[in-house]
């Protein structure tokens, strides 16, 4: 009888219904607002960061080897070393991470020019200079090699003892799976072999997202928990989640500052912040990540924060080569704290 009254129910009741559902639907998610618009300032503490490019501290093999020696004057002439210097304290950013990989098979570090290295902190001086170290996993970083890890950190020292205005050094391995306790013996002999009172920064991994296929470059809160412990400074690669919308994305860079804030157990923390484009690549879409669309999200996650812990620095920017006008821009109206009103 009951299906017999439901065969007999006039169709256009199952076809309004369906129709309210997903006007319900639409209407939900066009007032869905995962990310904060907020442009006082209020989360600028004057201590964000910056990815440099190679040329800065590479030496004349390097820019024979990438078939840019035509590029040689730009990199080693101190007026554009002084005006990029300029632009990044405009922008209120004090720690850069010039590149310096990939390592050697062997574990060495790539030769930097001496003259230009110091020239390079001369104009730099007054920011946090740590050289950008590591590479691909496997390839040019071999964990389980004791030989290879003996020559890398015996690099290290020699870097830092060469360039006493370097601060540190900043270690990026890609990919790096959690739990991989080879890292963590690394970070320890890293530590070992540091001058007193150098820094090692970390390029960290966010915590596992449902979005995002590849397990190799997500950290469980136990793994992050245990780098933070070795290291003085995390910052976090909050991009190529493979996401195609931009309130998913805000959304997860909200719950992502959140996360990374709280478990990094009283370490400094930047969370870094996409201005690149990797196009025709799955897992970066640049429509979706970027600092238009990331920026909320952060605002967003901090405000969700009461107080704000001591821990978090600021935002670091991926990368110097790739920003654009627009992007500075984004950054200034939509991040920085400015001194008139503020």
Not at 117 to 129: I, K, N, S, Y
Not at 287 to 313: D, F, R, V, W
């Amino acid at each position: 009888m009951n299906l017999w009254k439901a065969i007999a129910r006039p169709p256009w009741r199952t076809v309004v219904a369906g129709i309210a559902l997903l006007v319900l639907v639409w209407l939900g998610y066009s007032l869905w607002t995962p990310g904060r618009d907020i442009t006082d300032g209020r989360h600028d503490l004057g201590r964000n960061g910056i990815w440099l490019q190679h040329g800065w501290l590479a030496d004349d093999e390097w820019f024979v080897h990438e078939k840019r020696t035509n590029q040689i004057a730009r990199f080693r002439d101190p007026q554009q070393i002084q005006k990029l210097a300029a632009q990044l304290r405009q922008n209120h950013i004090t720690d850069v991470f010039p590149h310096l990989c990939p390592a050697t098979y062997d574990g060495h570090l790539p030769p930097e020019n001496n003259i230009q290295t110091d020239q390079f902190l001369r104009e730099f001086a007054g920011f946090r200079v740590m050289p950008w170290i590591g590479g691909v996993l496997n390839l040019h970083v071999r964990l389980k090699d004791s030989a290879w890890r003996s020559n890398f950190t015996g690099d290290i020292r020699k870097l830092l003892d060469e360039h006493p205005w370097l601060i540190g050094v900043h270690l990026n391995v890609e990919p790096l799976p959690s739990g991989d306790p080879d890292y963590l013996l690394l970070l320890k002999e890293i530590r070992k072999a540091l001058p007193q009172g150098k820094i090692l920064s970390v390029a960290a991994y966010p915590p596992p997202t449902r979005w995002q296929p590849s397990a190799d470059v997500h950290w469980d809160e136990n793994y992050f928990r245990q780098v933070a412990g070795l290291a003085d400074q995390m910052v976090v690669m909050m991009y190529d989640t493979s996401l195609r919308n931009q309130k998913l994305y805000q959304f997860l860079m909200a719950s992502w500052t959140r996360e990374v804030i709280s478990w990094c157990d009283g370490k400094a923390v930047l969370l870094g912040l996409p201005a690149y484009n990797d196009s025709g690549v799955d897992y970066h879409d640049p429509g979706t990540e970027n600092l238009a669309a990331a920026l909320p999200g952060i605002h967003a996650g901090l405000a969700g924060l009461s107080p704000i812990p001591q821990s978090y620095q600021g935002i670091a920017l991926y990368s110097e080569w790739e920003m654009k006008d627009a992007d500075w821009r984004t950054i200034q109206t939509d991040f920085l704290r400015h001194s008139t009103g503020r």
